[in-house]
């Protein structure tokens, strides 16, 4: 088989955002230039810093705007996803990760675009899984996959992302600085962090790589640990005194379902307690298989939680990854 060369020329769906920003600031490092739609130009105005990247006020479920988004560029990253959703029924993920991948299907392949990179999430299922958030993320995977173009992607599924300005470990550090008492649900919610820079690496390798198309790679960091494990780890780094007690899991849901009709912003809901009912645990590390030695969260951590000393690992780990 024929592998075409790498793209140069390539249009980052939520390329603002977390995970997005990494891998423009990796792309644009090596010459490609970045093609970054957005809502707010100003708000985002900071990326504009780096040379060849183009960001453009448009509204990307609009699927007009989304075909003159993608004509001219070699490749596709779609990142764009949410974590939860303003209603309860699941309407809102399915608009998000189902119906405007649909529509970027389409828009590929009106305009010969025929490269996609699709962000969706380790344990994403269409049939089984527990929460709106997987089901959708795994319909949208069966829609690239099924697609009746001549569209090669690559679908990458990583764990719970951490970074400097995630909303992991630094939510978690935030309520550990102003609660006295910490309670968790799902404490023993089993995941494999996984280093941002380390995805956003695993992303530019598949755009380099046409032999990555037709792949589907998990994403795990090298260690697998518990939710109150990862916890723990926090407030050490803090060096702080915060009792965080374990919810059972009907309290845990009566928390989830508290601040998902309560609270302005669903800080937790219902839905994310489901998902972390699956253990977010790769059953073959895909970063490996990239050539990626994965960074843990004891050598990352820390330094962005303002610790310079070199720290402790987290707590009696629970496997391996």
């Not at 550090?173 to 280093?195: E, F, I, N, Q, T």
């Not at 032999?211 to 109150?228: A, D, K, N, V």
Request: charged share 20%.
């Amino acid at each position: 088989m024929t592998v075409k060369p790498p793209p140069r020329s390539i249009c980052v769906l939520g390329g603002t955002g977390f995970v997005g920003r990494a891998i423009v600031n990796q792309l644009v490092r090596l010459g490609y230039r970045v093609r970054i739609p957005t809502r707010s130009r100003q708000r985002h105005r900071d990326l504009l810093v780096f040379p060849g990247v183009d960001l453009i006020v448009a509204d990307v479920h609009d699927e007009r705007v989304l075909a003159r988004l993608v004509a001219g560029c070699d490749a596709v990253v779609n990142l764009i996803g949410i974590l939860n959703e303003r209603g309860h029924d699941g309407s809102g993920f399915k608009h998000v990760h189902v119906d405007l991948v649909e529509k970027l299907l389409r828009a590929c392949n009106d305009a010969d675009v025929d490269r996609l990179i699709h962000m969706s999430a380790l344990k994403a299922n269409a049939d089984r899984g527990p929460s709106h958030y997987l089901r959708t993320k795994g319909q949208a995977e069966q829609l690239v996959r099924n697609q009746s173009g001549d569209i090669r992607y690559t679908i990458f599924k990583p764990s719970t992302i951490f970074g400097p300005g995630d909303s992991f470990t630094n939510r978690f550090a935030g309520l550990l600085k102003v609660l006295p008492v910490l309670p968790l649900p799902c404490a023993d919610a089993r995941m494999s962090p996984v280093y941002v820079e380390d995805v956003a690496l695993a992303f530019v390798r598949a755009v380099e790589d046409g032999h990555t198309s037709g792949r589907t790679y998990e994403l795990c960091g090298p260690e697998i640990y518990s939710l109150g494990e990862v916890v723990g780890f926090l407030k050490r780094q803090l060096r702080i005194r915060r009792a965080v007690v374990p919810l059972p899991k009907p309290l845990g849901r009566l928390q989830a379902a508290v601040a998902d009709y309560l609270i302005p912003g669903k800080p937790f809901s219902i839905d994310n307690f489901e998902s972390l009912s699956v253990a977010g645990v790769c059953s073959e590390n895909g970063l490996t298989n990239l050539g990626i030695a994965p960074k843990s969260m004891a050598t990352i951590v820390p330094a962005y939680l303002g610790r310079t000393t070199r720290p402790a690992p987290p707590r009696t780990p629970s496997g391996a990854g």
